[in-house]
T-cell receptor
Framework: GAVVSQHPSWVICKSGTSVKIECRSL??????MFWYRQFPKQSLMLMAT?????????EQGVEKDKFLINHASLTLSTLTVTSAHPEDSSFYIC??????????FGSGTQLSVL | GIQVEQSPPDLILQEGANSTLRCNFSDSVNNLQWFHQNPWGQLINLFY???GTKQNGRLSATTVATERYSLLYISSSQTTDSGVYFC???????????FGGGTRVLVKP
């Protein structure tokens, strides 16, 4: 199956700093990537849809100035958590669409903000 | 938006037992996928099954699109089957994958 690489796997940062998470489709081109957030023992909630060469589409309630998404190429999307605070601590996971609507997921990033 | 409900929320099995997980959705879909999330958070694709029946080893899945539900069968469960199973759908004419609440499975030796 298709491979989606996400890194870092985990990151610890101080409050007020910014953190960048990368999501790469290794063996296919992905015109659309998605970013999800997951709190402990909860389901995945879609944060935004990332389209190559255009602005991301954010879900209701997601602050676009806090969660900056850049989809600069057909194989790379990045999520930057700006001025992180402890309440931003969560598991972030990306996915990329292959043909026929099937989605593949990265391994996720555990963010801890101190 | 589309609603996705999974049942049961929790399931404890003895190794070797069989089980059925259910996913109900509130609207027509053009994509339905089952995932297994392991303890490290990795989502593993189990099935892409917007309709019909598929089997992969001890796992099989059936989606009855007209009745808006899907079933995941686990046979002869093993401790490595433990984890959370998610059903996720894309609404017809949409492009967003919406997840159900998951079924947390614990297989005891």
């Amino acid at each position: 199956g298709a491979v989606v690489s996400q890194h870092p796997s985990w990151v610890i940062c101080k409050s007020g700093t910014s953190v960048k998470i990368e999501c790469r489709s290794l063996d296919f081109q992905a015109t659309t990537m998605f970013w999800y957030r997951q709190f402990p023992k909860q389901s995945l909630m879609l944060m935004a849809t990332s389209n190559e060469g255009s602005k991301a589409t954010y879900e209701q309630g997601v602050e676009k100035d806090k969660f900056l998404i850049n989809h600069a190429s057909l194989t790379l999307s990045t999520l930057t958590v700006t001025s992180a605070h402890p309440e931003d601590s969560s598991f972030y996971i990306c996915s990329a669409r292959q043909v026929r609507e099937k989605l593949f997921f990265g391994s996720g990033t555990q963010l801890s903000v101190l | 938006g589309i609603q996705v409900e999974q049942s049961p929320p929790d399931l404890i099995l003895q190794e070797g037992a069989n089980s059925t997980l259910r996913c109900n959705f509130s609207d027509s879909v053009n994509n339905l996928q089952w995932f297994h999330q392991n303890p490290w958070g990795q989502l593993i694709n189990l099935f892409y099954i917007p309709s019909g029946t598929k089997q992969n080893g001890r796992l099989s899945a059936t989606t009855v699109a007209t009745e808006r539900y899907s079933l995941l069968y686990i046979s002869s469960s093993q401790t490595t089957d433990s984890g959370v199973y998610f059903c996720a759908v894309v609404k017809a004419a949409g492009n967003k994958l919406t997840f159900g609440g998951g079924t947390r499975v614990l297989v005891k030796p």
